[in-house]
C-alpha cells in the first residue's frame, strides 16, 4: 500500500478533468464558476498537504496511472519542485477567478459563461498535468489541451479584435506543438521510450557511445523551440501583447501568470529528467536560451516602455520577465536554475496582482485601458491602488519583495559563471532601469488627483478587496523576505529531479 | 554513391514526410488566406504522422492483432506508434475544428479570409 | 452550341470563385443581396510592404533550414523497415507478448491506448471536448454572432430547402444509412477484438448523421438529437471514461486488483474496460462529429 498522499497528483488532474467534464451539466454559469472555485481551493489544499509531507522529507516519488509500471504504462512524478508548483497554480487560479469575477460575468456572455468554466478547469488540470507528467507523450496530449483551453479563454470575450489575436495566437501555438511533437518522435526513433527515466538512461548510453549525435541534438533543439514558441520566448513571442492584452482580467491574469509558467517548468523537468542538465549544456542549447533570454529581456522593456495601453504594458512586461527566467536557465550553473525557479513563482504572483488592480483600476473610468487617462483612479478604488503598487515595486526590485529577490538571485548565479557575467549584468541592469522607466510613472499617475475627471462610481468587489488582493500581495511579499529559504528548497528539489 | 541511393529509397517514407512537413509549416507561416493556412497546419500534421507510422513499420512483420494464437513478437510490427499516430489525429480534428470556427467568425465581420487585410482592419479600428 | 459554351464557362467562373452561383437565374427570386464590405483598405503602406517582404523571406530560410536540418537527421536516423531499430525493445515485446493475458484485447493496439497507455488518451478524448466546446462557444448564435436580416434570410432558405428535398440524396440515405449505423456499432463493438474501435466507429456513426441530416434535413434529427440529448450523451460517456478510468487507476497505482474480469479472449464481451470504454469514445466522437457540423452549418445543434 502506498503512503497516501502519493495519490494527491493523480486525485488533483482527475478531479479537475472530471469537474469539466461535467460542468454541461450544471444549469447556470454561476453554479460552474462555484464549481471551478470549489475545485481550484481544493487543489490548493491538496497541493499544500503534498508540499507539508514531501519537502521535510526531501522525497522524491513516481506513480503509475494504471496497472503497469514504467516502460509500459503512462505515469506521473512527483517531488517538492511539482508540489509547489501545483500549489502556486491552484492558489492563483483561485485568487484570478475571486479577483476578476465580475468583469468576467460582464464580459462574457450569460449562454457561454459555462463553457468558459469547462476551460478553465481543463487548463487547471493540463497545467498539472503538464508539472507531474513523467512521459513525454502524456506531455504533448495536455500541451495540446492547455493550447485549445487557452485560445478558448481569450477569445471568450468575443469582440473582432480578440478573434483576430486568438487566431494569431493559435496558428503560432500549433507551429510550437508541431515542432514539439516532432521532436517526441524523432527521441522515441533513437531511443524507443516515451518515459522519461528510460529515455535518461537511453540518452546516457547513446551520449557514451557517441551514436545519433546529431539526431540528439535537433531533438533538444525542437524541443526548446516548441516550447519557447508557446511560453513567449523573444523571437518567438509576437503574439502574446495582443492575445493578452485584449482577453477578459481573469484569462490574462491567468495566461501570463500560469500558463506560460506551465510549458517553462515542463521544459525544466525534460531538460533534468530526460537529457540531464550536463547533457543540455553539452549540446549547447543552454548558451541559445542566454542569448533569446537576454534579447528578450531588452526588447520586452522597451516595448513595454512604448506601450500606452495598460492591458499591453503588462504583458509587453511579461516577455521580459520569462527573458529573465531563461536567462537564468541558460548561466550554467545550478544556482542560475534555482534563481530561474523563483522567478518562476514570483511572477505566477505578480503579474495576477498586477492584472487584476490594472482591471479594476479601468472600471473607475469606463473601462478605460489608457495609462495617461488612468489618473487619479486609486484614489476611488484604494485597494486595487495598494495593490498595483506594491506589484510594480515588486517588478522594479524594491529590497523585500518578491521581485528583490529573484533577481538577487540570478545576479549572485551570474557571478559564479565568469563567462557569462557580463552580459547579464549588463542587460540586467538596463532591463531593471527600463522597468523603473516604465512602471514608476503608472503608478505616479493613478495617486495624482485629477479634478476634471468624472470618476464611475465603483461596486465593491468583495472577493477581490478582500481575498484576491491581500494574498496575492501577501504572497509577493513572503517569496521577498523568504527568497534564501525558497533558493534551498527549490536547489534540493532540483537535485532531486 | 550506390549505397546513399539505396539509402535514399529505403528511407523515402521519412523523406517525404520531411518535405511535406517543410511545405505545411511554409504555408501555416506564409499564407494569407486562412483556409489555406489550416491546410498547411493539416499537411504539417499528416507529414508527421506518415514519420510516425513509416517508424513503426518493419518489413515482412503484419499488423498488431494477435492472430492464430501466435504470439511471438517477431510476427507483428510496433504497435505503439499506430496508438500515438491515432491521439495526433485527434488532436489535430479538434484543432481544425477551432481553428475552422475562428476563420468562420472573422469572415462573418470582416466578409473575407485575407488575414493581413482582417489584421489590418482590425488594427484600423482600435485607432 | 451557344448554350454549351457558356455552360462551360459558368462553370470555369464558378469553379474559380468569380461568380457565386452556377445558374444565378434560377435563384433571381430569393437570392441575397451580397452583403456590404464592412470596409475597405486601400493600398498597403510602404513600411508594411517593407516588412511583409522581409517577413516572408526570413520564413522561408528558416524553413528551408529546417528542412535540410531534419533531411539530414533522417539520414542520421535507423533504415526504414528494420527488426533491429532502437524503438523495437522490451516494451514492444511485452506489449505484443503479455498483452492478451493482461488486457483481454485481441487487438494490441486497443489494448495500448484504452490499458498501458489510457491516461493519454483519456486526454485525447477531453480534447475532443474542449474543440466542441469551443466551437460552440464561438458560433452558437447568440447577440454578437448574428443580424436579423441575415436570420430572415436563413430562415427563409431553410424553408425552401424543406420544400425541395434532393430526392437521390433521400433515397440513397435511406438505403445507405442503417448499413453505416450498423458498421460504426460493429467497428466500436469489435474495437478489442479486429482494427478499429472507439474512433473510428465513431467517425463513421458520426458520418451516418451527418448524411441523414443532410438528406432531410436538420429538423428531422432534431426529433431524436437535439442539444439536450447531445449534451447529456457527451458528458456522460466522457464522465463514464473518466470515472471508470480513475477507478482503475486509483487502485492500480495502490497495487489492488480492480474486480473487472477480463473475459475469455476473442469473445465479444471481453478484455474487462476496455470494451466499455471503447463504447464512451465511440459515443463522444460520434456526437462531436455530428456536433461540428451541425453548430458550423446552422449554429446549433
Given at each position: 500500500?502506498?503512503?497516501?498522499?502519493?495519490?494527491i497528483p493523480?486525485?488533483?488532474i482527475?478531479?479537475?478533468?472530471?469537474?469539466?467534464?461535467s460542468?454541461?451539466?450544471?444549469?447556470s454559469?454561476?453554479?460552474?464558476?462555484r464549481?471551478?472555485?470549489f475545485?481550484?481551493?481544493?487543489?490548493?489544499l491538496l497541493?499544500a498537504l503534498?508540499?507539508?509531507?514531501?519537502?521535510?522529507?526531501?522525497?522524491?516519488?513516481?506513480?503509475?496511472?494504471g496497472?503497469?509500471?514504467?516502460?509500459?504504462?503512462n505515469e506521473?512524478?512527483a517531488?517538492?519542485l511539482?508540489?509547489?508548483?501545483?500549489?502556486?497554480?491552484?492558489l492563483?487560479?483561485?485568487?484570478?477567478?475571486?479577483?476578476?469575477?465580475?468583469?468576467?460575468?460582464h464580459d462574457?456572455l450569460?449562454?457561454?459563461?459555462k463553457?468558459?468554466?469547462?476551460m478553465?478547469?481543463m487548463?487547471?488540470a493540463?497545467?498539472?498535468?503538464?508539472?507531474?507528467?513523467?512521459?513525454?507523450?502524456?506531455?504533448y496530449v495536455f500541451?495540446?489541451?492547455?493550447?485549445?483551453a487557452?485560445?478558448?479563454?481569450?477569445?471568450?470575450r468575443?469582440?473582432?479584435?480578440?478573434?483576430?489575436?486568438?487566431?494569431?495566437?493559435?496558428?503560432?501555438s500549433?507551429?510550437?506543438?508541431?515542432?514539439?511533437?516532432?521532436?517526441v518522435?524523432l527521441?522515441?526513433?533513437?531511443t524507443?521510450h516515451?518515459?522519461?527515466?528510460n529515455?535518461?538512461?537511453?540518452?546516457l548510453?547513446?551520449?557514451?557511445?557517441?551514436l545519433?549525435t546529431?539526431?540528439?541534438t535537433?531533438?533538444a533543439?525542437?524541443?526548446?523551440?516548441g516550447?519557447?514558441?508557446?511560453?513567449?520566448?523573444?523571437?518567438f513571442?509576437a503574439?502574446l501583447?495582443m492575445a493578452?492584452?485584449?482577453?477578459?482580467?481573469t484569462?490574462?491574469?491567468?495566461l501570463?501568470?500560469?500558463?506560460?509558467?506551465?510549458?517553462?517548468?515542463m521544459?525544466?523537468k525534460i531538460?533534468y529528467?530526460?537529457?540531464?542538465i550536463?547533457?543540455?549544456?553539452?549540446?549547447?542549447?543552454?548558451n541559445?536560451?542566454?542569448?533569446?533570454?537576454?534579447a528578450?529581456?531588452?526588447y520586452?522593456?522597451?516595448?513595454?516602455?512604448?506601450?500606452?495601453?495598460?492591458?499591453?504594458?503588462?504583458?509587453?512586461?511579461?516577455m521580459?520577465?520569462?527573458?529573465?527566467?531563461f536567462?537564468?536557465i541558460?548561466?550554467?550553473?545550478?544556482?542560475?536554475?534555482?534563481?530561474?525557479?523563483?522567478?518562476?513563482m514570483v511572477?505566477?504572483f505578480?503579474?495576477?496582482?498586477?492584472f487584476?488592480c490594472?482591471?479594476?483600476?479601468?472600471e473607475?473610468?469606463d473601462?478605460?485601458?489608457s495609462s495617461?487617462?488612468?489618473r487619479?483612479?486609486a484614489?476611488?478604488?484604494w485597494?486595487?491602488?495598494?495593490g498595483?503598487t506594491?506589484?510594480?515595486?515588486s517588478?522594479?526590485g524594491?529590497?523585500?519583495?518578491?521581485?528583490?529577490a529573484a533577481k538577487?538571485?540570478?545576479?549572485?548565479?551570474?557571478m559564479m559563471?565568469?563567462?557569462k557575467?557580463?552580459p547579464?549584468?549588463?542587460?540586467l541592469?538596463?532591463?531593471?532601469?527600463?522597468?523603473?522607466?516604465?512602471y514608476?510613472?503608472?503608478?505616479?499617475?493613478?495617486?495624482?488627483?485629477?479634478?476634471l475627471?468624472?470618476?464611475?462610481?465603483?461596486?465593491s468587489?468583495?472577493g477581490f478587496?478582500?481575498?484576491s488582493a491581500?494574498?496575492?500581495?501577501?504572497?509577493?511579499?513572503?517569496?521577498?523576505?523568504?527568497?534564501?529559504?525558497?533558493i534551498?528548497v527549490?536547489?534540493r528539489?532540483?537535485?532531486?529531479? | 554513391?550506390?549505397?546513399?541511393?539505396?539509402?535514399?529509397?529505403?528511407?523515402r517514407?521519412?523523406?517525404?514526410?520531411?518535405?511535406?512537413f517543410?511545405?505545411?509549416f511554409m504555408?501555416?507561416?506564409?499564407?494569407?488566406n486562412?483556409?489555406?493556412?489550416i491546410?498547411?497546419?493539416?499537411?504539417m500534421?499528416?507529414?508527421?504522422?506518415l514519420?510516425?507510422?513509416?517508424?513503426?513499420?518493419?518489413?515482412?512483420?503484419?499488423?498488431?492483432?494477435?492472430t492464430?494464437?501466435?504470439?511471438?513478437?517477431?510476427?507483428y510490427i510496433n504497435?505503439?506508434?499506430?496508438g500515438l499516430?491515432?491521439?495526433?489525429?485527434?488532436v489535430?480534428v479538434?484543432?481544425?475544428a477551432?481553428f475552422?470556427?475562428?476563420?468562420?467568425r472573422?469572415y462573418g465581420?470582416?466578409?473575407?479570409?485575407?488575414f493581413?487585410?482582417?489584421?489590418?482592419?482590425?488594427?484600423k479600428?482600435?485607432? | 452550341?451557344?448554350?454549351?459554351?457558356?455552360?462551360?464557362k459558368?462553370?470555369?467562373?464558378?469553379v474559380?470563385?468569380?461568380?457565386d452561383?452556377?445558374?444565378?437565374?434560377?435563384?433571381e427570386?430569393?437570392?441575397?443581396?451580397?452583403?456590404?464590405p464592412?470596409?475597405?483598405i486601400?493600398?498597403?503602406p510602404?513600411?508594411?510592404?517593407?516588412f511583409?517582404t522581409?517577413y516572408?523571406a526570413?520564413?522561408?530560410?528558416?524553413?528551408?533550414?529546417?528542412?535540410?536540418?531534419?533531411?539530414?537527421?533522417v539520414?542520421?536516423?535507423?533504415?526504414?523497415?528494420?527488426?533491429?531499430?532502437?524503438?523495437?525493445?522490451e516494451?514492444?515485446?511485452?506489449?505484443?507478448?503479455?498483452g492478451l493475458e493482461?488486457?483481454?484485447?485481441?487487438?494490441?493496439?486497443a489494448?495500448?491506448i484504452?490499458?498501458?497507455?489510457a491516461?493519454?488518451?483519456?486526454?485525447?478524448s477531453s480534447v475532443?471536448?474542449l474543440?466542441?466546446?469551443?466551437?460552440?462557444?464561438?458560433l452558437?448564435?447568440?447577440?454578437?454572432?448574428?443580424?436579423?436580416?441575415?436570420?430572415?434570410i436563413e430562415?427563409?432558405?431553410?424553408?425552401?430547402e424543406?420544400?425541395?428535398?434532393?430526392?437521390i440524396?433521400?433515397?440513397?440515405?435511406?438505403?445507405?444509412m442503417?448499413?453505416?449505423?450498423?458498421?460504426?456499432?460493429?467497428v466500436i463493438?469489435n474495437?478489442?477484438?479486429?482494427?478499429?474501435?472507439?474512433?473510428?466507429?465513431?467517425a463513421i456513426?458520426?458520418?451516418?448523421?451527418?448524411l441523414?441530416a443532410?438528406g432531410?434535413?436538420?429538423?428531422?434529427?432534431?426529433?431524436f438529437?437535439?442539444?439536450k440529448?447531445?449534451?447529456t450523451?457527451t458528458?456522460?460517456?466522457?464522465?463514464?471514461?473518466?470515472?471508470l478510468k480513475?477507478?482503475?487507476f486509483?487502485?492500480?497505482?495502490?497495487?489492488?486488483p480492480t474486480?473487472?474480469?477480463?473475459?475469455?479472449p476473442?469473445a465479444?464481451?471481453s478484455?474487462?474496460l476496455?470494451?466499455?470504454?471503447?463504447?464512451c469514445?465511440?459515443l463522444?466522437?460520434?456526437?462531436?462529429m455530428?456536433?461540428?457540423?451541425?453548430?458550423?452549418s446552422?449554429?446549433?445543434i
Amino acid at each position: 500500500m502506498l503512503p497516501y498522499y502519493y495519490n494527491i497528483p493523480a486525485v488533483s488532474i482527475l478531479l479537475c478533468m472530471i469537474s469539466g467534464i461535467s460542468i454541461p451539466l450544471l444549469s447556470s454559469g454561476r453554479r460552474a464558476y462555484r464549481l471551478t472555485l470549489f475545485v481550484s481551493a481544493t487543489v490548493t489544499l491538496l497541493s499544500a498537504l503534498l508540499m507539508y509531507k514531501v519537502i521535510p522529507l526531501n522525497e522524491y516519488f513516481t506513480y503509475m496511472m494504471g496497472h503497469f509500471p514504467a516502460p509500459w504504462g503512462n505515469e506521473l512524478s512527483a517531488g517538492p519542485l511539482e508540489a509547489m508548483m501545483g500549489f502556486i497554480f491552484g492558489l492563483v487560479m483561485f485568487l484570478s477567478l475571486l479577483g476578476g469575477s465580475m468583469t468576467l460575468f460582464h464580459d462574457i456572455l450569460p449562454g457561454k459563461q459555462k463553457f468558459y468554466f469547462t476551460m478553465m478547469n481543463m487548463l487547471m488540470a493540463a497545467l498539472l498535468a503538464m508539472t507531474y507528467t513523467n512521459d513525454l507523450f502524456t506531455g504533448y496530449v495536455f500541451i495540446e489541451i492547455s493550447t485549445i483551453a487557452a485560445c478558448a479563454i481569450v477569445v471568450a470575450r468575443d469582440t473582432p479584435k480578440t478573434i483576430g489575436s486568438t487566431i494569431r495566437y493559435l496558428a503560432i501555438s500549433l507551429l510550437g506543438s508541431g515542432l514539439f511533437l516532432i521532436g517526441v518522435v524523432l527521441l522515441y526513433c533513437i531511443t524507443g521510450h516515451l518515459l522519461m527515466p528510460n529515455i535518461q538512461t537511453q540518452v546516457l548510453r547513446l551520449v557514451s557511445t557517441g551514436l545519433y549525435t546529431v539526431p540528439l541534438t535537433v531533438v533538444a533543439g525542437l524541443l526548446f523551440v516548441g516550447i519557447a514558441i508557446k511560453s513567449a520566448l523573444f523571437p518567438f513571442g509576437a503574439w502574446l501583447p495582443m492575445a493578452h492584452g485584449g482577453a477578459t482580467t481573469t484569462s490574462s491574469a491567468v495566461l501570463s501568470g500560469l500558463v506560460l509558467k506551465g510549458y517553462i517548468v515542463m521544459l525544466i523537468k525534460i531538460f533534468y529528467r530526460v537529457f540531464t542538465i550536463d547533457v543540455i549544456r553539452d549540446l549547447n542549447v543552454t548558451n541559445i536560451m542566454f542569448a533569446c533570454g537576454l534579447a528578450g529581456m531588452i526588447y520586452g522593456s522597451i516595448e513595454a516602455f512604448r506601450e500606452e495601453h495598460i492591458k499591453r504594458m503588462l504583458a509587453h512586461s511579461s516577455m521580459a520577465q520569462i527573458g529573465y527566467i531563461f536567462m537564468g536557465i541558460g548561466l550554467d550553473v545550478n544556482l542560475g536554475v534555482a534563481a530561474a525557479f523563483l522567478q518562476i513563482m514570483v511572477h505566477a504572483f505578480v503579474k495576477p496582482l498586477l492584472f487584476l488592480c490594472a482591471g479594476r483600476l479601468s472600471e473607475v473610468y469606463d473601462h478605460e485601458k489608457s495609462s495617461y487617462r488612468l489618473r487619479g483612479s486609486a484614489h476611488k478604488d484604494w485597494v486595487a491602488g495598494i495593490g498595483f503598487t506594491i506589484g510594480a515595486m515588486s517588478m522594479v526590485g524594491i529590497p523585500l519583495l518578491g521581485g528583490f529577490a529573484a533577481k538577487f538571485y540570478l545576479v549572485t548565479s551570474a557571478m559564479m559563471n565568469p563567462a557569462k557575467l557580463w552580459p547579464a549584468l549588463i542587460t540586467l541592469m538596463i532591463s531593471a532601469v527600463m522597468n523603473a522607466l516604465y512602471y514608476m510613472p503608472e503608478v505616479i499617475a493613478i495617486w495624482t488627483r485629477c479634478e476634471l475627471c468624472t470618476p464611475n462610481p465603483v461596486e465593491s468587489n468583495l472577493g477581490f478587496d478582500l481575498i484576491s488582493a491581500p494574498l496575492l500581495a501577501s504572497g509577493v511579499i513572503f517569496l521577498g523576505l523568504n527568497g534564501y529559504t525558497m533558493i534551498q528548497v527549490i536547489q534540493r528539489g532540483l537535485a532531486l529531479l | 554513391m550506390k549505397q546513399f541511393i539505396v539509402e535514399l529509397i529505403n528511407d523515402r517514407f521519412m523523406i517525404a514526410a520531411v518535405l511535406l512537413f517543410g511545405l505545411g509549416f511554409m504555408n501555416l507561416l506564409l499564407q494569407k488566406n486562412l483556409i489555406k493556412k489550416i491546410i498547411g497546419f493539416n499537411v504539417m500534421d499528416s507529414s508527421i504522422f506518415l514519420f510516425l507510422a513509416s517508424q513503426g513499420y518493419i518489413n515482412g512483420r503484419i499488423a498488431p492483432i494477435i492472430t492464430n494464437g501466435v504470439f511471438d513478437a517477431e510476427v507483428y510490427i510496433n504497435p505503439i506508434p499506430s496508438g500515438l499516430v491515432l491521439t495526433g489525429i485527434v488532436v489535430s480534428v479538434s484543432v481544425t475544428a477551432f481553428f475552422l470556427a475562428l476563420t468562420v467568425r472573422l469572415y462573418g465581420i470582416y466578409k473575407t479570409v485575407d488575414f493581413d487585410e482582417i489584421m489590418l482592419l482590425i488594427n484600423k479600428e482600435a485607432e | 452550341m451557344n448554350i454549351e459554351t457558356n455552360f462551360f464557362k459558368r462553370l470555369n467562373d464558378w469553379v474559380n470563385g468569380e461568380a457565386d452561383r452556377l445558374f444565378p437565374e434560377l435563384h433571381e427570386t430569393d437570392a441575397p443581396k451580397p452583403p456590404e464590405p464592412v470596409a475597405t483598405i486601400g493600398p498597403l503602406p510602404n513600411k508594411d510592404v517593407l516588412f511583409l517582404t522581409s517577413y516572408q523571406a526570413v520564413a522561408l530560410i528558416v524553413v528551408i533550414g529546417m528542412v535540410s536540418i531534419l533531411l539530414y537527421t533522417v539520414y542520421k536516423l535507423p533504415l526504414f523497415g528494420v527488426a533491429d531499430n532502437p524503438a523495437v525493445n522490451e516494451v514492444v515485446e511485452r506489449y505484443v507478448e503479455k498483452g492478451l493475458e493482461e488486457t483481454g484485447a485481441v487487438n494490441v493496439v486497443a489494448g495500448m491506448i484504452l490499458d498501458y497507455r489510457a491516461f493519454d488518451t483519456l486526454g485525447e478524448s477531453s480534447v475532443l471536448l474542449l474543440a466542441i466546446t469551443s466551437v460552440m462557444m464561438l458560433l452558437l448564435k447568440d447577440e454578437k454572432n448574428t443580424d436579423p436580416d441575415e436570420e430572415l434570410i436563413e430562415a427563409h432558405e431553410a424553408v425552401i430547402e424543406d420544400h425541395n428535398r434532393d430526392m437521390i440524396l433521400q433515397t440513397m440515405t435511406i438505403i445507405l444509412m442503417p448499413a453505416i449505423m450498423l458498421y460504426g456499432i460493429y467497428v466500436i463493438l469489435n474495437g478489442h477484438l479486429s482494427p478499429g474501435g472507439g474512433f473510428s466507429g465513431g467517425a463513421i456513426l458520426g458520418a451516418g448523421l451527418i448524411l441523414f441530416a443532410s438528406g432531410f434535413g436538420h429538423n428531422r434529427v432534431k426529433k431524436f438529437f437535439n442539444m439536450k440529448t447531445f449534451r447529456t450523451l457527451t458528458t456522460i460517456a466522457l464522465l463514464g471514461y473518466g470515472v471508470l478510468k480513475t477507478y482503475s487507476f486509483l487502485l492500480g497505482a495502490n497495487h489492488l486488483p480492480t474486480g473487472i474480469p477480463l473475459g475469455t479472449p476473442g469473445a465479444i464481451f471481453s478484455s474487462g474496460l476496455i470494451f466499455v470504454l471503447d463504447i464512451c469514445v465511440g459515443l463522444i466522437v460520434a456526437c462531436t462529429m455530428y456536433g461540428f457540423f451541425s453548430v458550423f452549418s446552422r449554429g446549433e445543434i
